[in-house]
């Protein structure tokens, strides 16, 4: 491959319109005035996906600001977190989420954090140093079905931590490294391999 790999630097939000693909071709996203990538809330998205858009072949460097906005369905291909902000994605309204090859380092807390009922397929996904992979917000109780097949989990607190009764995890073929509890759900029968 000789493709040469740069990076892009934003001051603003990249939108990705409703079924549109947004291929990054291996580039890093370096954003400013956008957040510093701490914990603070209402860092600007790196990136924001409409219903049916797809992000792919795309680093997204520090600051990590508040990462990628999902409005419904969307996949995300070969996305690399190099430095996790506030949090990787969020699920803002209603959909389906598919991460096919995608990594995040360096999360303080959370890297997917889900405010809304959906779906959210993982394939392959690889976490290093991180508080919660997965989060529901607060003490909501949405309807969430997580499938995790395949990845690698290592130096964190949690894969999923969910209050909601009403969130299921299925997984297989994962390996977990320095993981404090995989599952902190409301009642183990919530999680179930397959
Ligand atoms: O506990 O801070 O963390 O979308 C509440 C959370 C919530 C959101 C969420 C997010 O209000 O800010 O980043
Ligand atoms: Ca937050
Ligand atoms: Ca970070
Ligand atoms: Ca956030």
Redesign the pocket.
Known sequence: DVTIKANVPITSTILVKAGEVYDGKGNTIIASGMGD?SQAENQKPIFRLENGATLKNVKIG?P?CDGVHVYGNATLENVEWL???EDAMTLKSKGTVTLNNCIAK???DKILQINADGTIILNNFRATTFGKVLRTNGSGQYTVTVTINGGTFSGGTNIVRTESKNLKVRYRNITTSNVTKLWEVPNASQVSTY
């Open positions: 990538g520090a990590g430095d996790v902000g360096l999360a303080y």
